[in-house]
């Protein structure tokens, strides 16, 4: 989503601004947010996201990165969740997180899946 803002105020205190749609908010602070509170109180590292195929990649690309809703399947792969856009909160309450596609990529994957 944007727009996003990450910055550290003059005295320390951390700012995270978050975009405006319920979805983006999820995938921002999941993406961004949780990640940077996690250090801020010097927890250790949020571990790396897992690759996961899918199911259903179809054949759409977007020149910028794509964050989809996906529900796992039992066999490890990752089924893409139809959904009406980021404010499309019904579809993004059944997934079980999200994938983060990069730009013009197309395809099956595999993409970084981040659960929720």
């Known amino acids: 989503g944007?727009?996003?803002l990450g910055a550290v105020s003059p005295d320390g205190k951390p700012i995270l601004g978050l975009p405006g749609n319920p979805v983006s908010v999820l995938v921002?602070?999941?993406?961004?947010g949780l990640p940077a509170?996690?250090?801020?109180?010097?927890l250790a590292a949020i571990s790396l996201p897992t690759l996961v195929r899918l199911t259903n990649p179809g054949e759409m690309t977007l020149k910028f990165w794509w964050h989809r809703p996906v529900r796992l399947t039992s066999t490890g792969e990752a089924m893409l969740i139809p959904t009406m856009g980021?404010?499309?909160i019904p579809s993004v309450a059944t997934s079980?997180?999200?994938v983060e596609v990069p730009p013009g990529t197309p395809?099956?994957?595999p993409f970084a899946f981040y659960a929720w």
Request: proline share 4%; charged share 30%.
């Open 96 to 98: 079980d997180g999200f």
């Open 37 to 42: 509170l996690a250090a801020r109180a010097g």
């Open 86 to 88: 980021s404010g499309d």
């Open 2 to 4: 944007k727009p996003a």
């Open 28 to 32: 921002t602070g999941r993406r961004l």
């Open 107 to 109: 395809g099956e994957g």
